[in-house]
């Protein structure tokens, strides 16, 4: 998978038709492998922009900073990318008519052992949902699995499951990364940065970060896109997409198979009503 | 004064630590979901004081925790009262292992600002309470710098006692402090060969300079110092920072970075409060109770970063913030390194 090519002309165009403010795209670090998110808003920075199976950032996330806030934007969207994005326009958080999305179709990106990274093995959705001009041949739907260690962790009894996830929650240092590095994370002001409360106070201690994460993972209930930016992010290493993937498939159980994202202007599952939700845990 | 060096090999390191472990509270770097973090330990196989430099948190929160309670408080009708909390600072010795050295450095440039107009109580105790045994990382790794700033990595005396990874496949273990010599003279079952310092120094200066020649950055610091301290109004700092997220990772997991928030656990009138780490590369960490924020943008929390670290920190204590460990660039999810930044600058 290398569209290099391609996204060089492309924003080239779109830049010489002035149809861009800014166009946001990868870039290939300067000492390894890895590739690091640029923003070009020069024509002469464009032979910069790169696409291989090594562009593993979400780059929707930069639609939430003051760079991009009423400009004009051209955007690289995989798969996984462009479902956000889908959920971005139907949370109203930026405007279509401002975006120029180029979708990939995307095959899978690789990890930093250089094996196929985790969440593109179990895509639902490679193929990019909003696109203004498409690059690659759609490979189409597929059918939803969850990973194996999420059905290993489900199986287990709640005590033990509890128990894993404190460990996860005692391993966290509250720097916030996942949550900044979330694309679907834009509030100005989180409930979590709190600064007297019982539940999120801030503080290092497990129970508030217990709180602030499990806070952080149920707002994102039925929104999350399995990107895994957040443990990209995470300075500690975390295994964060156990808590989404968990949601994530209770979620596709019991509402109708939701997948969030998958199509424009459907709201979250817990946004929207239907007759077939299930009511059992009503008292 | 001269302090005792000794000559010994792989094996004899290991049973130097295992000693050290059996005989003091020792904290090493503790493996943990593929990162390495300090911790109580009370065996060698439970940690990897060689662990590698990209994956090791930094040894800061042993001596500024990440989260600390300050006091306890309760209200009533007559007023506030406002009690001690029940956590120690810290009761006995302890052994730190695996320090690295710029690590060491770091609690170095630390004790600086912990030692200006207000003295830290606990912060001194720990420091005064704990032995900090280093091991010199063999190579660099590719966002290391720490040969290129202003201090002395070679002969660094921010350590008690120095592991040297001789090139001869002999290993070197070197007191530098009194409190490293009274460790090092504490445990016993220590047979290995007293060796002359000079030895020691000889092979510790060819070890050092193949490590030296394995850093990707060199940074000339005398003139990036110089310039940075007339680059404030630098157009350059909004596209060297343009790629950050505001994520504060750097801050947390930098050695020397020392801002911090105070926040309460509060239920009903009684409440606990804690100092906990923050980041000025948070939106709202100058954000004041009017509403005004002199800081909304990425660039000007950059810009505050960078000048901290290189120039404002070094006019008021004499050394420069930053140590080059390198540990922002590993964990920033962009890749944004303070040493592009500052070079994109000058």
């Known amino acids: ?283 | 004064m001269n302090f005792s060096v000794f000559e010994t090999d792989k094996n004899g390191l290991q049973k130097f630590y295992e000693e050290t472990i059996a005989k003091n509270e020792t904290y090493a770097p503790v493996e943990k979901f593929g990162k390495y973090d300090y911790k109580k330990v009370s065996a060698l196989p439970e940690c990897d004081p060689d662990s590698p430099i990209s994956l090791t948190m930094s040894v800061k929160p042993l001596f500024f925790p990440r989260s600390s309670k300050i006091m306890k408080y309760e209200e009533n009708r007559e007023g506030t009262i406002i009690t001690e909390t029940d956590e120690d600072p810290l009761a006995g010795k302890r052994v730190i292992l695996g320090v690295k050295h710029c690590d060491a450095r770091g609690l170095q440039v630390l004790d600086r600002v912990y030692k200006w107009d207000y003295i830290d109580a606990d912060y001194q105790k720990r420091r005064e309470n704990s032995v900090i045994i280093s091991t010199r990382c063999n190579k660099a790794d590719v966002n290391c710098f720490c040969t290129s700033l202003d201090y002395d990595v070679e002969n660094s005396d921010a350590h008690d006692i120095r592991i040297i990874n001789g090139l001869n496949e002999k290993i070197y273990i070197q007191a530098v402090t009194e409190k490293g010599e009274d460790l090092l003279k504490g445990v016993p079952g220590l047979q290995f060969s007293v060796c002359s310092s000079e030895v020691a120094g000889e092979e510790s200066a060819k070890h050092f300079k193949a490590f030296d020649s394995s850093f990707r950055l060199k940074m000339n610091y005398k003139e990036v110092n110089e310039k940075l301290q007339n680059s404030f109004d630098s157009p350059e700092f909004d596209p060297a920072s343009k790629n950050c997220i505001s994520c504060n990772t750097c801050a947390f997991i930098c050695p020397t970075c020392h801002c911090f928030k105070i926040t309460d656990e509060k239920i009903k009138d009684t409440g606990i409060r804690y100092k906990s780490y923050d980041s000025c590369n948070n939106g709202y960490f100058t954000l004041m109770a009017g509403g005004h924020n002199p800081r909304p943008v990425k660039y000007r929390r950059w810009r505050q970063r960078a000048m901290h670290k290189f120039v404002y920190y070094k006019e008021r204590f004499g050394v420069n913030l930053c140590v080059g460990c390198g540990h922002c660039a590993i964990s920033c999810p962009v890749n944004i390194s303070i040493f592009d930044v500052v070079n994109q600058v000058v």
């Not at chain 1, 002309?9 to 890895?34: C, H, P, T, V």
């Not at chain 1, 120029?100 to 895509?123: M, S």
């Open chain 1, 1 to 283: 998978m290398d569209y290099t090519k391609q996204i060089q002309e492309i924003a080239s165009k779109l830049f010489a038709e002035e149809k861009i403010d800014i166009f946001i795209g990868y870039r290939q670090n300067a000492f390894d492998d890895n590739q690091v998110p640029i923003l070009v808003t020069v024509p002469a920075d464009v032979p910069n922009l790169i696409f291989t199976d090594k562009s593993v950032l979400n780059l929707t996330n930069y639609l939430k900073f003051e760079h991009t806030r009423n400009k004009r934007v051209g955007i690289v969207v995989k798969g996984c990318d462009s479902r956000a994005l889908n959920m971005l326009l139907t949370e109203s958080q930026v405007k279509r008519e401002n975006l120029y999305v180029i979708g990939i179709n995307c095959t899978g990106v690789l990890n930093e052992k250089g094996e196929k990274a985790q969440n593109c093995l179990e895509c639902v959705m490679p193929d990019a949902v909003v696109y203004d001009e498409m690059i690659g041949t759609p490979s189409g739907k597929k059918e939803y699995s969850v990973n194996v260690d999420v059905k290993e962790l489900a199986a287990k009894g709640l005590v033990e499951r509890g128990e894993y996830f404190q460990e996860i929650f005692e391993n966290c240092i509250r720097c916030n990364a996942c949550r900044h590095s979330c694309p679907l994370c834009y509030c100005t002001k989180c409930c979590i940065d709190q600064e007297s409360a019982v539940l999120y106070n801030g503080s290092n201690t497990p129970s508030s970060a217990f709180h602030a994460l499990m806070t952080w993972s149920l707002h994102l209930a039925g929104r999350c896109v399995d990107c895994r930016n957040c443990e990209k992010a995470c300075p500690s290493h975390l295994p964060l997409h156990l808590l989404h993937k968990q949601n994530e498939m209770v979620i596709y159980e019991n509402f109708q198979q939701h997948l969030a994202g998958m199509e424009k202007d459907d709201r979250g599952a817990f946004y929207k009503y239907s007759m077939k939700d299930p009511d059992d845990f009503i008292m």
